[in-house]
Structures are given as C-alpha cells and as structure tokens.
C-alpha cells in the first residue's frame, strides 16, 4: 500500500513539469487593430453579452433600428476580422471568436445556423481611417484621412 | 359647489396640436421623409414602402430581379446545399411569371414576389408571431421566433414564402437564412433602412427595362404614387381585399 502511494507521488512530481500553464487553456479573445478594448468593460461582457445581442436582434428586426454598438455583425467585424494572410476563421474553428469561448466553456450557440461567421466586407481594415464608416465603404462620405483633408484645405483644394 | 380649477394644459395641448397641423404642410412633412432614417430611430408608419411593376414594359426572356435577388441575398446557386432540396421545394424569393392569354395568345411577363400586403394573411396564420408586419409595411419572418410550421406558407395567396430543407454555409452577413425556417422576399429591408433601393428594382434599371419603382405610397410626391396616381396600378387577387404594397401596370 505505502509502496503503491510513493510510486503515485513520485509520478505526480514528474509529471509536473508537464502540466499546461491554466492561461493557455482560456481562450483567447482577439481584439481588432487599433483598439484596445470592446464596447463595454470586459466583465460586462462575459455575463451580458447575450443580454445585448438579443435585445439589440429583436429592435433590428422588428423596429429597424440598425445601430451597430450592440449588433451581432459588428461583433463579428470587429472579433473575427481576416488574418494576416487574408483567411478568416469559420465558426467550426477554435480560432474563431465565439467559439474559442464557447468551447472551452462548453455552450453550445445556434447563431451562426443561420447568421453570417465572417465579416462580409474584407477590407474592414479601413477602420482605422477616421471619418469613414468600415463596414459600408459604399456610404462612407470620404475615404481621406482626416490628416489628408486638413493639408488639403489648407491648399484651398479641399469644400 | 366649489369650482374645479381648470387645466391649463388640456387648453395648452389643444393650442399646440393646432399649430403643429399647420406646421404639417405637405412641403413640411415631404421633407422629412425624404432624409434617411437614422439608425437609432425606428421605422414608422408615416411610411409605406411598396413596388410598381409595369408589365408593358417587363421583357419576357430577362430575368435580372430574380439573379439580382439571389445575388443579393445568398438564395439558390449551385453551390449551396440547396440543391439537395428538390425543385418544387427551393427557395424563390422572387420568381418570373408569363400570363398568357388562351383566346388570343397576348403574353405578358412579370415579377411575382411578396405582396407585402397591408392585411396579411400569414401573419394572420402565425402561431408564434414570427411572421410580422413591420410599421412600414415590410413584411417579414422573424428566423429567431419561427418555428418552422409553413401555416404562413399555406395561407400566402401568391406563393410567395420559401421553406429552408438544407443547412446553409456562408450567408450574407445582412440576410441571416438558414435551416428549419420560412423566408420570403424582405423588400431587401437592410438596404432600404440605408435610404437604398432594393436590388430586384435596381438590377431592372440597370438592364434598362424601368418595369419596376419603389417608393413610399404614402407620399403623394414620390415618383411610384405619381405614377400610380397618373396611370393606375393593379392588384393581384385584388379581391381577397390585402391592400397589397406591390401593384401592377398593365395587367
């Protein structure tokens, strides 16, 4: 018996060094170039995520109203945004937002049944220049940045 | 007896609403409706979006609504799972339909899609409130409440509602579709709450046939009720009394 018991702690100690770091099992939220933070604090979101986007489904649907803070589709344009070699992760994949969390805390989420994993419009990464809307580049009142207008009114050239 | 005081805001109120009907001049209201909606702001009753197809001038072989349509909002094509879904059984949002006339052989083509009637029917038949009119007169599936019965599909007068039979991959992030729920023409809705037109009418522009407007039939001002004013416009099944919000020419 006692034998048995060494033998078990003896492996347990070589096992050890083995053992995963706990912060390489949590999963990993990507946050888009050029921002630091989403829409509400992060503790916000993890409890109310779902709180938002439903609310925010049944005012789209049923009233219209189109903003974007709490919309499914800016989750995805933002969080699920190509990578760097032009590749955007599908739903079935740990790489993607919603399911990176959703697997390790092991919900499963019926969204993405009917609704678009991948942000329609690649070159969201437009983002960053200021004064447009990313996600409607065909709204978007003027693709210069605001650098660009200012050296432009400058010379007179710009209304 | 004692004397009740008066209220001075039923008198206020009263004052008010006058001036405001003045204020409300056509020229006014026009103006107003004429802006985009913002996106914060719901959409309303003061408004009602219809259709107005004109068969005279509808070609026969185009069919560039119906590929617009399935462009626009991911239906059909060979590459989706649809196809595993017999014919008869395939969502059609919008489909292309030839009248002919037996005694005389006078044919005549048009678009046939949701009516988008003031009284629908299947949102009558909708046992879970899925199926909604919304306050400007687009009709739509709510996909996140419906479960899947196809009363609306029986009750539709024009044929108009799709059953989905296959899980779907890759849809349009702006048209949500997917498998186990009814879909149906949605007046392409997330253009239209962009102040755009929908892809059907723009698709027929853009061929050069001009056999379809959209406009707001509340609007006397607007290109379709001017038309509709000056040359008329038919109803399909105009005797089931819907009010539809999609008329016809020439029919």
Redesign the interface.
Known sequence: MMRTLTLMAVGLLLALPLTIQASDLLPKVPLPAGKDKCVEPTDVMRREHMHFILHQ?D?T????????KHSL?EC?NCHNAPREDGKVAHIESKDHFCNSCHSYAAVTIDCF????DK??NTNYRHSLVENTLPH?PE?SGSALTKDTLNVLATKGDAK | MKQLPTDPSRRNFLGKTAAAGLLIAPGVLLHQVAQARPADEAASSKVRWGMLVDTNTCSKGCDACVTACQTENGWGGEHSNEVKSSPEQQSQWIRKVTLRDKQNGHEQSLPLMCQHCETPPCVDVCPTGASMKRADGIVLVDKHICIGCRYCMMACPYKARSFVHEELHDQKPYAPRGKGTVESCTMCVHRVDKDGTPACVEACNKAGHQAMWFGDLNNPNSDISKRLKEYGGNQIRADLGLNTGVRYQGL
């Open positions: 489904r005012e649907m049923h009233k219209g109203i189109r903003t974007t589709k995805i049944q009917c609704h678009a942000p329609e409607h709204m």
